[in-house]
């Protein structure tokens, strides 16, 4: 299943406030959610305002996705990239 990324201007904000290491590993691992069958550390989050969670190193990607099947391509929307502490979920 591919699908289409999308990340929302809140979402590149915050990514721009990263240090730039950190953000190239953050970008290469959204990249990566792309053409995978399988997500890595992809967790699908309960009770929460997004539905996924991607982890790169000490950031938490957190994104909505849609998966019909009957689509090829489906979509993949940033919402947030946080660093991860008390207040992350």
Do not use: C, P
Not at 69 to 82: A, C, M, P, Q
């Amino acid at each position: 299943m591919r699908y289409r990324i999308e990340i929302t201007r809140k979402a590149l904000k915050q990514a721009m406030k990263i240090q730039e290491r950190d953000r190239v590993r953050i970008f290469a691992g959204i990249r990566n959610l792309e053409d995978s069958e399988t997500w890595g550390d992809v967790r699908k989050l309960v009770n929460h305002e997004y539905d996924y969670r991607l982890r790169v190193g000490n950031y938490r990607v957190l994104f909505n996705a849609t998966a019909d099947l009957t689509v090829e391509v489906n979509d993949i929307s940033v919402e947030e990239i946080k660093k991860r502490d008390d207040r992350t979920y």
